[in-house]
């Protein structure tokens, strides 16, 4: 019996080391309020109460839709004029809204107090407030608080603060116990479902997902974790996870038929899993997944993409592009570059490929204006002057909202690039 070798990436060329063109400027980017948006529908019994403004709470209401059948699992505790005035009590304001929420809600297992500009305009302590109200309400609901506000979070860091937040309450695993695989970062249900089915039968069943479904369900932590990112977003979570024994396992992110391989088998090596059984699980998936790409090739193949810095999924998603539909990377940026965490990402990007980190809006339009290319990856805020010039565009909330990990997920992550594409052309016939 054959067992898997660990991944290498030997690849032709690769951005290993390639220079970065590092951008410091204006930003045009959501803030980290925005991950609450599929923090909430992932976590089913916990709260996210955001201490912020009116502007904040139209943020994360225009974002996440009307829920008309269902009680939303956010709101947000506005500071006033009073608070930023320094006349009323924050803290005692806070206690109250905290006080009346959990006695009107009491399947709430887990609340998180998500800071805001406002509330760090105003110092207010959302780390002491989270151990005051743990203690008040305990055992039955935990406090924990992040920051989502926009001066130190872009969109996606707001999962990475949350995720972060919540690894020091993780139990320890006991001494001696075997090797467990974490998952780390929020998946869809249906791409969790079906990387457990893949699991399965490769006959490993110790996978556990973080977050969890449910808020109790919190996943053991030690050194017997080996830790896989599902998310690039996830610096601060893999650093504290590192901080408590856990170890990652080095592998591209699984978006499309390459990287979703190259994640699973990293996985499966760590489990010990044999070649032939690793082959057999994903033969049918993978099967189906190259015929559906196959179809969107010819659309792609050769047509030019520039990506601005937004999601930090850029990387990744350049990687898929370029190497199994064909497109030519004019520019990829990223907000951030953690270069241990992108390393196989970066290895596997054509040769040569022009990187960015950090955002200078007007730099970044001036050539993305000046290079015309074929599709544009960019914020809400960019996309309509673009459209305006006769560019077409996609959104980058959009590739995070949207369930594209995995190889039954493939289909649908390309669509998402062809279907501006294909509307565009209509237009101009
Ligand atoms: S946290 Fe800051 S950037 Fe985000 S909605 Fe509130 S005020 Fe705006």
Known sequence: MSVLAPIRIVPAGGCADAPVLRERGQHEVFCGLTGII????????????????????????????????????????????????????????LDRVVQQLLARRPEIKLLFLVGSCPSEVIKLDLARAASRLSAKFAPSVRVLNYSGSGIETTFTQGEDACLASMVPVLPASSPGAGTEILIVGTLADVVED??????????????????????????????????LLAQPFLADTSKALQERGAKRIAAPFPLGIEGTELWLRAAAQVAGVSQTRFETAIAAPKQRASAALARSRALLEGKRIFFFPDSQLEIPLARFLARELGMHL???????????????????????????????????????????????????????????????????????????????????????????LVRRMRLAA
């Not at 069943?205 to 080996?226: C, E, I, M, W």
């Not at 960015?356 to 970044?364: F, L, T």
Request: charged share 20%; proline share 5%; glycine share 6%.
């Open 194 to 227: 079906q990387f457990n089915r893949l699991f399965r039968q490769m006959g490993v069943d110790s996978v556990k997902y973080f977050p969890a479904r449910h808020a109790d369900d919190l996943p053991q932590v030690g050194s017997n974790t080996r830790f």
């Open 38 to 93: 599929w923090l909430h529908r992932k976590i089913q019994d916990a709260f996210f109460l955001v201490v912020g403004s009116r502007t904040c709470a139209h943020l994360i209401q225009s974002a996440a839709g009307v829920m008309i059948f269902a009680e939303p699992r956010f709101a947000t505790a506005i500071i006033d004029e009073r608070d930023l005035a320094g006349l009323a009590d924050a803290n005692t304001e």
């Open 330 to 420: 004019v520019e990829v940026g990223t907000p951030y570059l953690h270069r241990q965490n992108m390393a196989e990402e970066l290895a596997l990007l054509p040769a040569g490929t022009a990187l960015s980190e950090g955002q200078h809006v007007e730099n970044q339009l001036d050539r993305c204006t000046a290079a015309r290319p074929d599709i544009v990856v960019c914020g809400l805020g960019l996309a309509n002057p673009l459209e305006a010039q006769g560019l077409t565009t996609k959104w980058s909330i959009e590739l995070v909202f949207t369930p594209i990990q995995g190889f039954d997920q493939a289909a649908d992550l390309v669509e998402l690039f062809t279907r501006p």
